[in-house]
């Protein structure tokens, strides 16, 4: 309920700070050449975000193919342990455990690798692809000679633009034309 609380104050503050922007902006530069772009749609139709979302999940399905063989061959082991533990003198049971529960704790110890491995991925992910953008749109608006470009988010920080400033789409064309080397 408090993280609750707090999103909602972050994203007002954030709404906030972002019209009082603007309009000290606009009553600065009235004569502004001033666009926006829809972050959300940008980066989800943007091929370099496209191809390292997909690298990244065949990166996740190997990893999640290695967690899933070691969960069964541990299993395969407890098997096999309950099934030949009566017959086991009681030095050969504890020697048994004693494997399984090291084994257990292996498994558990590369599970907090992996996840820790994926976070890192991810934002290494994320933040190269955010970095190719954030250079296309600096170099996008010096040419086409923006004083500022607004990245709207889907937290609403763009209350109200007209009809025309939206330039995602023409954005979204020339970043995937410089990313295909064309």
């Given at each position: 309920?408090?993280?609750?609380?707090?999103?909602?104050?972050?994203?007002?503050?954030?709404?906030?700070?972002?019209?009082?922007?603007?309009?000290?902006?606009?009553?600065?530069?009235?004569?502004?050449?001033?666009?926006?772009?829809?972050?959300?749609?940008?980066?989800?139709?943007?091929?370099?975000?496209?191809?390292?979302?997909?690298?990244?999940?065949?990166?996740?399905?190997?990893?999640?193919?290695?967690?899933?063989?070691?969960?069964?061959?541990?299993?395969?082991?407890?098997?096999?342990?309950?099934?030949?533990?009566?017959?086991?003198?009681?030095?050969?049971?504890?020697?048994?455990?004693?494997l399984l529960l090291t084994k257990r704790?292996?498994?558990?110890?590369?599970?907090?690798?992996?996840?820790?491995?994926?976070?890192?991925?991810?934002?290494?992910?994320?933040?190269?692809?955010?970095?190719?953008?954030?250079?296309?749109?600096?170099?996008?608006?010096?040419?086409?000679?923006?004083?500022?470009?607004?990245?709207?988010?889907?937290?609403?920080?763009?209350?109200?633009?007209?009809?025309?400033?939206?330039?995602?789409?023409?954005?979204?064309?020339?970043?995937?034309?410089?990313?295909?080397?064309?």
């Open positions: 309920m408090l993280k609750s609380r707090q999103n909602i104050f972050q994203i007002s503050f954030n709404s906030m700070v972002t019209i009082a922007l603007a309009g000290l902006l606009y009553l600065q530069w009235n004569d502004a050449k001033l666009a926006y772009v829809d972050s959300a749609q940008l980066l989800s139709k943007y091929q370099g975000m496209i191809d390292a979302r997909n690298s990244f999940q065949e990166k996740s399905a190997l990893w999640q193919s290695n967690v899933d063989t070691l969960e069964a061959e541990l299993w395969s082991e407890q098997q096999k342990f309950e099934q030949e533990e009566e017959q086991m003198t009681v030095k050969e049971r504890k020697l048994s455990q004693k704790q292996q498994l558990s110890d590369y599970l907090k690798a992996i996840q820790e491995k994926v976070k890192q991925e991810d934002s290494k992910m994320t933040t190269q692809v955010v970095e190719q953008v954030n250079t296309y749109l600096k170099d996008y608006g010096q040419k086409k000679g923006y004083r500022i470009i607004i990245a709207a988010t889907e937290f609403g920080n763009l209350a109200y633009a007209e009809e025309g400033l939206d330039i995602t789409e023409e954005v979204l064309k020339g970043l995937n034309k410089i990313y295909a080397g064309l």
